[in-house]
């Protein structure tokens, strides 16, 4: 549970241990039931960390915090994390989570995942049970899109991006190159690579040949709508860091891949979950 709420294993870890030790001080002998009163101190402990964690987010990074995150923010989750978010969780779930404020995130998972009685959640929040209802309703609502005419050729649109995450990940330079147009182009804020890649780069070949260098962080990565259109985010723990629009031709053949980290763009980016695939 901890996990879901908070998208780190490390974090989670941490909530956990400070709940238990603060359950194992108390008079815990009387308690009716034992995993509805654990879920609840473990929730409280997540739920500072979220508040924590966007406060956190405010404060502007100093050029050192800015120089080491660019080499230690895109390392990949490890592995026993990869298991967790396969058990329980999907990465762009993670992302989209992640750009909620933290009692919506709460109301929803704690509701909606884990099946915990809104007047539990109230109690948590120190809301009215209708209040923290309207809390996950609320959240539901930013993590899918909003019912209308869908974009053209969005279903396409997305089996094209996740075939070209996937084969990323698995540096399938032949299927990159059948993905990508002839005269693709590639576009990267310099901040988010080495001082050897060039800003943009022009060209199937060149642009596949390259994402063998970046691996790890395509391994963070998830599929998800931005503004609406199929796009990749990439998300250490499903914290955003970097997105990647990716625009197609006529021919379904992909044409531009832009990839920003810069904070305006991600924090004024819509985020929502793909639709799932049809079976």
Known sequence: MAFQLLGSLSDAEDAVQAAWLKASRSEYAAVANLTAWLTTITAREALDQLRARKRRAEQPLTDADADAAV???????????????????????????????????????????????????????????????KLASRARGRLHPAPSAPAPRTA?????????????????????????????????????????VPV?????????????????????????LIDGRPGIAIAPAGRLQALLRIALGADNLIQVVDITGDPERLRNAVLTLPPARSS
Request: charged share 30%; aromatic share 4%; glycine share 4%.
């Open 71 to 133: 080499g230690e923010r895109f390392v990949a989750a490890a592995a026993d994390e990869e298991v967790l978010m396969a058990e329980s969780v999907s990465r762009a779930l993670l992302v989209v989570l992640d750009r909620l404020p933290p009692a919506q995130r709460v109301a929803f998972v704690l509701h909606d995942v884990i099946a915990v009685p809104f007047e539990t959640i109230a109690d948590l929040l120190d809301r009215s049970p209708a209040a923290a209802k």
């Open 200 to 224: 943009e780069m022009r060209g199937a070949r060149a642009v596949a040949e390259e994402t063998r260098r970046f691996t790890d962080r395509a391994r963070a990565a998830a599929v998800v």
């Open 156 to 196: 396409e649109h997305l089996e094209v991006v996740r075939a070209f995450l996937a084969a990323s990940r698995g540096g399938d330079i032949d299927t990159l190159v059948r993905l990508l147009a002839p005269d693709v182009v590639r576009t990267v804020d310099p901040a988010l690579v080495p001082a050897d």
